[in-house]
Nanobody, 122 residues
Framework: QVQVVESGGGLVQAGGSLRLSCAASGRTYINYATGWFRQAPGKEREFVAAITWSGSSTRSADSVKGRFTISIHNATYTVYLQMNSLKPEDTAVYYC???????????????WGQGTQVTVSS
Protein backbone atom coordinates (compact mmCIF):
# COMPACT_ATOMS: atom_id res chain seq x y z
CA GLN A 1 0.00 0.00 0.00
CA VAL A 2 1.32 3.40 -1.00
CA GLN A 3 0.20 6.70 0.47
CA VAL A 4 0.78 10.10 -1.10
CA VAL A 5 0.51 13.65 0.18
CA GLU A 6 0.48 16.72 -2.04
CA SER A 7 1.75 20.15 -1.10
CA GLY A 8 2.77 23.42 -2.68
CA GLY A 9 -0.43 24.86 -4.07
CA GLY A 10 -1.43 28.49 -3.70
CA LEU A 11 -2.44 31.70 -5.39
CA VAL A 12 -0.25 33.17 -8.12
CA GLN A 13 -0.61 35.77 -10.84
CA ALA A 14 -0.68 34.79 -14.48
CA GLY A 15 2.83 34.24 -15.76
CA GLY A 16 4.05 33.16 -12.34
CA SER A 17 5.37 29.84 -11.09
CA LEU A 18 4.57 27.25 -8.46
CA ARG A 19 6.12 23.93 -7.51
CA LEU A 20 3.96 21.08 -6.30
CA SER A 21 5.31 18.14 -4.33
CA CYS A 22 3.95 14.62 -3.98
CA ALA A 23 5.53 12.65 -1.17
CA ALA A 24 5.08 8.88 -1.28
CA SER A 25 5.34 6.43 1.59
CA GLY A 26 4.68 2.77 2.12
CA ARG A 27 5.56 0.02 -0.32
CA THR A 28 7.75 1.23 -3.13
CA TYR A 29 8.48 -0.47 -6.44
CA ILE A 30 10.81 0.91 -9.06
CA ASN A 31 8.30 0.21 -11.83
CA TYR A 32 5.62 2.36 -10.27
CA ALA A 33 4.77 5.82 -11.54
CA THR A 34 3.36 8.97 -10.03
CA GLY A 35 0.92 11.03 -12.01
CA TRP A 36 -0.49 14.49 -11.57
CA PHE A 37 -4.08 15.21 -12.49
CA ARG A 38 -6.19 18.32 -12.07
CA GLN A 39 -9.85 19.09 -11.79
CA ALA A 40 -11.41 22.49 -12.30
CA PRO A 41 -14.93 23.31 -11.08
CA GLY A 42 -17.55 21.75 -13.34
CA LYS A 43 -14.95 19.85 -15.37
CA GLU A 44 -13.70 16.30 -15.46
CA ARG A 45 -10.40 15.32 -13.92
CA GLU A 46 -7.66 15.58 -16.53
CA PHE A 47 -4.15 14.22 -16.85
CA VAL A 48 -1.27 16.64 -16.42
CA ALA A 49 1.99 14.68 -16.24
CA ALA A 50 3.50 11.45 -14.98
CA ILE A 51 6.91 9.99 -14.25
CA THR A 52 8.18 6.52 -13.46
CA TRP A 53 9.86 6.04 -10.11
CA SER A 54 13.05 5.12 -11.90
CA GLY A 55 12.90 8.58 -13.43
CA SER A 56 13.55 7.11 -16.85
CA SER A 57 10.21 7.96 -18.47
CA THR A 58 7.86 10.90 -18.38
CA ARG A 59 4.66 11.88 -20.09
CA SER A 60 2.78 15.15 -20.13
CA ALA A 61 -0.38 16.65 -21.56
CA ASP A 62 -0.09 18.86 -24.62
CA SER A 63 -1.66 21.73 -22.71
CA VAL A 64 1.30 21.92 -20.31
CA LYS A 65 4.24 20.94 -22.49
CA GLY A 66 6.94 23.56 -22.42
CA ARG A 67 5.53 25.08 -19.22
CA PHE A 68 5.36 22.25 -16.66
CA THR A 69 8.22 19.93 -15.76
CA ILE A 70 7.87 16.72 -13.75
CA SER A 71 10.80 15.27 -11.84
CA ILE A 72 11.52 12.81 -9.05
CA HIS A 73 13.87 12.62 -6.08
CA ASN A 74 14.84 8.98 -6.38
CA ALA A 75 15.90 8.48 -2.77
CA THR A 76 12.50 9.46 -1.38
CA TYR A 77 10.21 8.93 -4.39
CA THR A 78 9.01 12.49 -3.98
CA VAL A 79 7.71 13.82 -7.26
CA TYR A 80 7.77 17.49 -8.16
CA LEU A 81 5.68 19.38 -10.67
CA GLN A 82 7.35 22.65 -11.58
CA MET A 83 4.74 24.91 -13.15
CA ASN A 84 5.94 27.98 -15.03
CA SER A 85 4.13 30.54 -17.17
CA LEU A 86 0.91 29.76 -15.36
CA LYS A 87 -2.39 30.73 -16.97
CA PRO A 88 -5.80 31.32 -15.42
CA GLU A 89 -6.99 28.14 -17.13
CA ASP A 90 -4.49 26.18 -15.01
CA THR A 91 -6.65 26.95 -11.97
CA ALA A 92 -7.78 23.65 -10.47
CA VAL A 93 -7.32 21.23 -7.63
CA TYR A 94 -4.21 19.22 -8.40
CA TYR A 95 -4.01 15.60 -7.32
CA CYS A 96 -1.19 13.10 -7.38
CA UNK A 97 -1.64 9.36 -7.47
CA UNK A 98 0.35 6.19 -8.02
CA UNK A 99 0.06 3.59 -10.78
CA UNK A 100 1.89 0.38 -11.56
CA UNK A 101 3.26 1.91 -14.74
CA UNK A 102 3.31 5.13 -16.74
CA UNK A 103 -0.21 6.05 -17.79
CA UNK A 104 -2.38 9.04 -18.60
CA UNK A 105 -5.59 7.30 -17.54
CA UNK A 106 -6.97 8.17 -14.14
CA UNK A 107 -8.49 4.69 -13.88
CA UNK A 108 -4.99 3.18 -13.81
CA UNK A 109 -4.13 5.09 -10.66
CA UNK A 110 -4.78 4.35 -7.03
CA UNK A 111 -3.62 5.87 -3.76
CA TRP A 112 -4.91 9.32 -4.57
CA GLY A 113 -3.93 12.26 -2.41
CA GLN A 114 -6.28 14.87 -0.97
CA GLY A 115 -5.39 17.44 -3.58
CA THR A 116 -3.93 20.92 -3.43
CA GLN A 117 -5.56 24.06 -4.80
CA VAL A 118 -3.81 26.09 -7.48
CA THR A 119 -5.37 29.43 -8.34
CA VAL A 120 -3.99 31.63 -11.11
CA SER A 121 -5.32 35.17 -11.23
CA SER A 122 -5.42 37.21 -14.42
Amino acid sequence: QVQVVESGGGLVQAGGSLRLSCAASGRTYINYATGWFRQAPGKEREFVAAITWSGSSTRSADSVKGRFTISIHNATYTVYLQMNSLKPEDTAVYYCAVARGLSARASDYGSWGQGTQVTVSS
